[in-house]
């Protein structure tokens, strides 16, 4: 009876290391990795996965309003999206935004000229890892090519050669 009982003590012991083990694994978007899946519908009323693009180029950006370096960026992913919207590229920005009305009045403030959607609970940044504002995933053909985990300049040159690269 005492070795039944030594014997599922350290049965158990082992299972729950292994369920550790297993939830402290990093499942995060990687570069060169299988993009997460996910759907979601844009503001302009289009549902989109990953999978969506085929062999387009989709930069996935995760923001929210109330981050400085998001609103900052903006500028420059309007002019990207205007300069490669015609060569297979296509931004989707995703917004972590709570409250709706914050969202849209946003939105109608600073015009943006790519498709934007809202995840207010954020589970399809966190499926990618992403738990700091702005990021930045450039996908293809459902893999994850780079991942920018700042605000970016994406009219700079090492951006826009890279780019070139992948076309």
């Known amino acids: ?20 083990i297993v939830s402290l694994r990093d499942t995060s978007a990687k570069e060169g990795g299988q993009a997460p899946a996910f759907t979601i519908t844009t503001d302009q009323g289009k549902s989109i996965t990953p999978e969506s693009f ?13 981050c400085g370096p998001c609103v900052q960026e903006i500028p ?3 002019v ?13 920005a995703i917004s972590v935004d709570k409250n ?15 498709a934007t ?3 207010a609970s954020a589970d399809i940044s966190a499926q990618y890892g992403t738990f700091q504002y702005p990021e930045t995933y450039l996908i293809k053909n459902g893999r994850v090519l780079r991942k920018y985990a700042n605000a970016e300049n994406w009219t700079n040159d090492d951006i826009t050669h890279y780019v070139d690269g992948l076309l």
């Open 1 to 20: 009876m005492k070795n039944a009982l030594i014997g599922l003590l350290g049965a158990l012991t082992l299972t729950f290391a292994g369920l550790i």
């Open 100 to 114: 709706p009305d914050k969202y849209r009045a946003f939105l109608q403030k600073i015009p943006v000229t790519f």
């Open 117 to 119: 959607a809202r995840d």
């Open 80 to 92: 990207f999206q205007q300069k490669y919207a015609d060569k297979g590229v296509v931004v989707v």
């Open 54 to 66: 085929g062999g387009r180029l989709l930069v996935l950006n995760f923001w929210a309003t109330w």
């Open 76 to 78: 420059s992913l309007n």
